[in-house]
């Protein structure tokens, strides 16, 4: 292949003094042929504590059967994931945003330690998604990262139900608005199946983010959890990241200061969440770009919001999706200017090449052109004062009132 000889999989696996080694790798059904391709780590955060990621062993699987029909071969490990929308409100959520530096701590030791060629990083809940990322950008092998998929709606009384109204009910419950029996009915629906929380939360504003930065597919990460084509989407990140091995396409060569920018631009125009603050600065210190919190000020200052999507709008990432999914929201903001269109991704091809074949389902009305915008500036805006001399972040998401340019 036209990759790097000296790829670090043959310090490993390659000469007489590494038999023992070879050895321990044919015991779980390695072969000789196995061993001499390009090793590719998949760094999978399945766990069983909750749906955004219980279904990503079943991508794993395709992930896996796309690099080795590429020429590479695959080797899975796993690492954690704490629930913010199952701990919270408990002393289990003050483990979230430690458990995003435990992500990427492991993954690079398990990265370094075996010297993977190449990686995928399959990432569902909030914090497993900037922890992926930051482990990439510190092995700066080729690399990329798939995000699991949004969870369907519920069906609850005749219309379509998420957790964001569980807990609303609770709040209605308490009031003697809701029966026991309806709080329990609501419950027993809401979340249908596997999938991350279908609003822009956290989850689904780095999903966003990542395709945005370019280390996702455009294209791939708003296709829903449950949806058959995810499984098409996996196989072909397979054979994808073997594409970026070949071409020594790095993630620091991706994530660079303009991929940022249209990275928050993202978070401003989707209403996304102020969690994309803290991610991003740690992300762009991992790779040395110079980012600060009146970047995400200026860039949201600049574009509208353009995505009418809960927890203040009427809609949710499934609904993104059959609109035209995120390359929909990178093309109107494409056809205002608002991007850096050159600013390179995973495919190979530039966010703005990805953004303009982007197809509109007629008649949506998902996401907005920027002159019928939501609210002419982001979601995003950064506050100063005796309270927070050095910045606070609050999130102006709009109602559904389109703003006149």
Known sequence: MAGDPKRPSR??????????????????GFTDEDLSRPIVGVANTWIETMPCNFHLRRLAEKVKAGIRAAGGTPMEFNTISISDGITMGTEGMKGPLVSREIIADSIE?????????????LVGCDKTT????????????????????SIAPGMFQGHNVTIQDVYEAIGANAAGLMSDGDLKKLEDVACPGAG??????????????????GISPMGANSVPAMDAMKDEVADHVGALVMKLWQNN????DIMTRPAFENAIASVAATGGSTNAVLHLLAMARECGVALNIDDFDRVSARTPLIADLKPAGRYVATDVHRAGGIPLIAKKLIEAGLLHDGAMTVTGRTIGEEARAARETPGQD???????????????????GNVAPEGSVASLRAKRTPCMR
């Open 249 to 252: 396409v790095l993630p620091r």
């Open 196 to 213: 991350a929380c279908g609003g822009q939360f956290t989850a689904n504003t780095m999903s966003t983010v990542m395709e945005f930065i």
């Open 366 to 384: 998902v996401v907005h052109s920027t002159s019928n915008a939501l609210k002419p500036t982001g979601g995003l805006v950064v506050l100063k």
């Open 109 to 121: 030791l398990v990265g370094r330690s075996h010297m993977f060629d190449a990686m995928v990083a």
């Open 11 to 28: 310090t490993i696996f390659e000469g007489r003094e590494r038999a023992g080694a070879r050895a321990m790798a044919k015991a779980i």
């Open 130 to 149: 900037p922890g992926a990322a930051m482990a990439l950008l510190r092995l700066n092998v080729p690399g990329l990262i798939l995000y699991g998929g």
